[in-house]
């Protein structure tokens, strides 16, 4: 999400490195690393012809940069750049739960003040034995936005563990 937003950020304001990462809540090599990601490397890191450890490209900024592309191309069929984002990171390996939340909140109106409605729209997204509509109850209210959901839910997952 957070390399989603810096290529945006990027490519329609001309914002710089420090103000995307203040904006985010990152550090600025982050966002550098993001910028910097080379699309077509992460695309070969995903198809296993690179191994993983011999490619350091940002693997989330490669995929926000295809994904800008394929928006900036007239393909901006939601569906399909999340259902790419989601077959792009679990072929590293990662948190599926994340793209699935977004896919589950699209169309939410922010802030938001309590749990009820997200509660409602996360039931059945499992971390593990506990489900999402559970763990939401537990983070602190209001969130602004759709990033800050992501940052608090992530933390209260990692505490959980």
Known sequence: MVASYAIVLRELGHWSVDLIANTLGTSKQTIKKILEADPDLVVK???KELEAKEVKEH???????????????GRDEISFILNISKQAIEAVGGPTWAIRTLMNIKGLD?????SKVLEERLKGIKIGEKELCEIVKEIEYPIKN???FLKKLS???????
Request: no cysteine; charged share 30%.
């Open 110 to 114: 922010f802030p938001i003040k309590d």
């Open 45 to 47: 890191k995903l198809h």
């Open 155 to 161: 933390r209260k997952i990692k505490s959980l563990s």
């Open 59 to 73: 693997t989330a900024g490669g995929i926000a940069k295809i994904a800008w592309q394929e928006i900036k191309s």
């Open 146 to 148: 759709s990033a800050e």
